[in-house]
């Protein structure tokens, strides 16, 4: 088996492909070792205690190391622990059942007006369709949170939680994306 290594936006974060499938469906942010307690390979790499967050894709992991964490010697720990994890088979949560998998998205927002709905689904499918793919690219991935009077709320996740260019994605990027296909958009503003 060979993992492959990919920089992201964000020079804290590495993104791994291994060749396979990670999640069945969903992706899955960990941004504490007490979160990954569901799952051993989260758990592993928090471990070597130079790791800040874990992140899973359809086919990535990636991995934030700690400030001040040189990337030359923890990215073979990071392998090494990525190979035993996948070459054993070994399950990504505990428990066998979902207890991993991020609620989707759509179950997370802030209450939108049900006049909204129309707007909405327009919004949910440009984030879908053509933000998602951009920001898995990058090792991450974004949230539908809510629309209100105007403004999206997002969150982002994996390498684009904490990047530095994050905020030029959103407003420059995400922004200009939705208010050119939906007018009613006046905003993005992260969540």
């Not at 984030?127 to 974004?142: C, K, S």
């Not at 539908?144 to 403004?151: A, E, N, P, Q």
Request: proline share 7%; net charge negative.
């Amino acid at each position: 088996m060979f993992i492959e290594t990919e920089t992201t936006p964000n020079p804290a974060t590495l993104k791994f492909l291994p060749g396979q499938q990670v999640m069945p469906s969903g992706t899955r942010d960990f941004a504490s070792p007490e979160e990954a307690d569901v799952s051993p390979l989260a758990q592993a790499l928090f471990d070597t205690g130079e790791v800040t967050g874990v992140f899973f894709g359809s086919d990535f992991v990636s991995v934030t190391a700690a400030p001040g964490v040189d990337w030359s010697a923890l990215k073979p720990q990071v392998v090494a622990i990525l190979l035993d994890h996948f070459v054993s088979q070994a399950p990504l949560f505990t428990g066998g059942d979902a207890s991993g998998i991020a609620v989707p998205a759509e179950d997370e927002n802030m209450g939108d007006d049900p006049a909204d709905a129309e707007i909405v689904a327009q919004i949910k499918d440009l984030i879908e369709t053509r933000v998602r793919p951009a920001v898995a690219g990058d090792g991450g991935d974004i949230r539908y949170r809510g629309f209100r009077d105007g403004v999206v709320y997002l969150t982002m996740q994996g390498a684009c939680s904490g990047c530095p260019s994050s905020t030029a994605t959103l407003k420059h990027g995400i922004e200009g994306l939705l208010k050119h296909y939906v007018p009613e958009v006046s905003e993005v503003r992260a969540a």
